[in-house]
């Protein structure tokens, strides 16, 4: 896979009054993937798929790098070939020319972005934060606070909400190097236990096996997610054509990296049973690892992690609304822009209601389980996409993947957003009712823009 270079004469930006503000460097955009790609999955859900597929924990973050960086291929293609805010909606638009379908994926994008951001701020007010406060506070207060904190520093303005994500997404990093440096301590003196490495929790094999451990993958994708976000930030980026490529591709191979040695480094540790139980399993490695190091200074490193993790979500579902409005897939309202600070005002404080909403219903798992399962859908759909629109020609160059990668990548994305993946009920219900608001909202959208003539 090549990088190509951007003709002269490409992709020009927007000057309109609608237009965004381009504040986004290459640099900037690599640390915003990253921080958007880390965080909630690594720091919250590990011992949930612990749970899922026990001491070999790090089977399904190593098959979930493999089912992310394909599809990051794809996105990689169709944002150098498409630089528009409006991200896998725009793509399905192109390809299918089906306004029900458009709607249908870019409502479930959102609803994705907004599940993330709601898992992380269930994360937040859990076992991390107890370290300071004993359980005294009502969680589901303290997520529903956290949420309009993040919506008030997203009404600021995009260069503050991406400056301050690369603080955070530093932080993280901080913490996780920290777990690296536990375990390679542990390896050097002998400690932990190398035979979990190789245990499976699922009873028996063949078929049992199997769907544990794709139940496992999939919720453990969640931790992936972030990457697809990005794409929603062309507008605010400097010569995107460009930039996309090796930012995507490097954020994915660091976190995915990253995220299977801390899999070794927890499993090694920390029995699966025990991770299982905790909302903040990280902070038992931590306890475990025999380094003296303050629990609670690893926990306040987590609470900024998972404050990362909604920040990007919260700021992506809103530009997603934003891109949506320009297209007229919702209503233009939905893309008015403060005057001075040029942000979405309009698209962050919808879809901060419907986090609120989000975290007053669900818990960390499912949550994280249903940002996973209607991202898959999304997967397929934007990895067909691609293999469609190479019979549509653009006047600049841009990056092409090698086509086996989006065939790949759709089939692993519908395997596991399949039954075959062992996951709760609650999952397919909560996507369901998800849909089912986004289809009521696509019916008075039709019905307004019909009774003014747009139709």
């Known amino acids: 896979m090549s990088r190509q270079e951007t003709a ?74 498409y630089p528009k805010a409006a991200g896998a909606a725009l793509y399905t638009q ?7 379908l458009t709607f249908i994926v870019a409502f479930m994008v959102m609803c994705s972005g907004l599940s993330s951001a709601s898992a992380a701020a269930r994360a937040f007010s859990g076992d991390y934060l107890s370290e300071f406060t004993g359980g005294a506070v009502p969680p589901t207060l303290v997520a529903i606070l956290f949420i309009l904190a993040l919506a008030a520093l997203n009404l600021r303005g995009v260069s503050e909400s991406v400056k301050t994500n690369v603080v955070l997404t530093v932080v993280e990093l901080t913490g996780l190097a920290l777990i690296l440096t536990i375990g390679a301590w542990a390896v050097l003196t002998g400690g932990g236990e190398p035979s979990r490495l190789g245990e499976f929790e699922a009873s028996g094999a063949g078929y049992a096996l199997l769907t544990g451990v794709l139940g496992a993958t999939a919720l453990g994708f969640f931790a992936f997610v972030g990457f697809e976000d990005s794409v929603n930030m062309a507008e605010e980026t400097r010569d995107p054509v460009r930039a996309f490529p090796r930012a995507i591709f490097i954020g994915v191979a660091v976190t995915g990296t990253i995220y ?9 540790l920390v029995d699966y049973r025990t991770l299982e139980k905790s909302s903040g399993p990280l902070l038992e ?171």
């Open 260 to 268: 299977v040695l801390v899999a070794l480094v927890s499993s090694l």
């Open 94 to 100: 192109k390809a299918f020319k089906v306004p029900f």
């Open 285 to 455: 490695v931590v306890k475990a690892g025999g380094v003296d190091f303050p629990p609670k200074a690893f926990a306040l490193i987590a609470l900024f992690a998972v404050t990362n993790s909604a920040l990007i979500n919260i700021m992506m579902a809103s530009r997603l609304c934003y891109g949506m409005a320009n297209e007229r897939i919702l209503p233009r309202a939905m893309g008015r822009v403060l005057a001075v600070r040029r942000t979405p005002v309009a698209g962050i404080v919808f879809v901060s209601l419907l986090a609120v909403g989000l975290v007053s219903t669900g818990e960390i798992e499912g949550l994280g389980d249903t940002t996973a399962f209607l991202l898959l859908c999304v997967f397929a759909v934007v990895n067909i996409a691609v293999l469609v629109l190479r019979r549509d020609r653009v006047a600049h160059k841009h990056f092409r993947t090698p086509t086996a990668l989006p065939v790949l990548g759709a089939l692993t994305s519908l395997i596991l957003a399949s039954p075959l993946a062992d996951r709760d009920a609650d999952v397919y219900i909560r996507a369901g009712v998800l849909l089912a608001i986004g289809i009521a909202l696509w019916g008075v959208n039709k019905l307004v823009m019909r009774a003014r003539g747009e139709t």
């Open 8 to 81: 002269p004469g490409g992709p020009a930006g927007d000057t309109s009054e609608s237009a965004l503000k381009r504040a986004i460097g290459p640099k900037l955009l690599i640390l915003f993937v990253i921080g958007d790609i880390l965080g909630t999955g690594i720091y919250a859900t590990t011992g949930k798929v612990a749970g899922k597929v026990g001491g070999a924990l790090w089977l399904p973050f190593v098959i979930g790098f493999v089912v992310a960086i394909l599809t990051a291929a794809s996105y990689v293609e169709l944002v150098g070939k």
